[in-house]
């Protein structure tokens, strides 16, 4: 049951990144292209998928429970601090240089692109390597992903 | 290279993602985050984890089929940059969202959506920085 509905929920997500344009890096470039060939799209992209979570999650987090997990899992991490600034930084550098983000990279696997499996193989390899790097850094301390 | 605005195709889109996170949230209790996703992948903490987040991925893959199946034709991809440029672009997205905890999904969407001071920050300089690569890599010196 679990699986079946994370399947379908998946397929909506797969079905509004592609709609919105964040697969395509054409797009999410010009999106950040200010000074050249602005394509504002994704601020419509963001501004509806905002608008619904916003409401929705309005509604649904002030339930005692999920309807099929025991509690929601929600970051307990409120630092704002380098990890969190430096992070972000290096993640909108990728993002300016590749045109993919996770999220819009995950549907785009469905396109049977090399250029996806590229970025996404590319994108994990780092992540191993942050995991690798955070363990020797902070011995024992806060990890990523909270 | 130009691409077309596409307001009302984009908004509805967008109206398509905040639906899925209400909906994984209101089932499975989970944050719509593509780095958290991505992360239990890679490092699994059980089987019965690990199996949700691959089918959420499998239906993410589906998508684009979805839309060739309601449209007739493929999503439209153009990637404007060369396989080096994607490597490098992809492994700093990979260390980035691990220590920034989160992405355009995670943060965007759904630490917004919680009012989250945290998210708000990680959006702003990731945007940022964003624009300010892709100026320096359009219309830089140089260029």
């Known amino acids: 049951m679990r699986i079946v509905l994370a399947y379908l929920i998946g397929v909506i997500f797969g079905t509004g990144i592609v709609m919105g344009g964040m697969a395509n890096p054409a797009k999410v470039l010009n999106f950040f292209d200010f000074a050249g060939s602005w394509d504002p799209s994704l601020l419509l992209v963001m501004a509806g998928a905002l608008g619904v979570t916003l409401v929705g999650y309005g509604i649904v987090l002030p339930r005692p429970r999920p309807l099929l997990a025991p509690a929601f899992s929600l970051p307990a991490t409120t630092a704002i601090d380098l990890r969190l600034v430096g992070g972000s930084a290096l993640f909108g550098i990728g993002w300016g240089l590749a045109g993919f983000c996770p999220g819009g990279a995950l549907p785009a696997l469905g396109l049977f692109e090399p250029a996806v499996y590229l970025f996404l193989a590319a994108m994990m390899a780092g992540m191993v390597l942050a995991r690798a790097l955070s363990d020797r850094l902070s011995h024992g301390a806060a990890r990523p992903f909270g | ?143």
């Open chain 2, 1 to 143: 290279m130009e691409t077309a605005f596409t307001p009302l195709q984009s908004f509805s889109g967008g109206l398509l993602i905040g639906l899925s996170a209400v909906l994984l949230m209101a089932f499975l209790g989970r944050i719509m985050g593509a780095t958290g996703i991505v992360a239990g992948l890679i490092f699994p903490a059980s089987l019965s984890d690990w199996a949700w987040r691959a089918a959420l991925v499998a239906g993410m893959a589906t998508g684009p089929l979805v839309w060739l199946a309601v449209t007739g034709r493929w999503p439209e991809m153009q990637v404007p940059v060369d396989p080096g440029t994607l490597i490098i672009g992809g492994v700093l997205v990979g260390i980035g969202v691990s220590f920034g905890g989160g992405c355009t999904s995670g943060h965007g969407i759904c630490g917004l959506a919680r009012l989250s001071p945290r998210s708000l920050v990680a959006v702003l300089t990731f945007m940022a920085t964003a624009a300010l690569t892709v100026y320096m890599v359009r219309h830089g010196a140089g260029r």
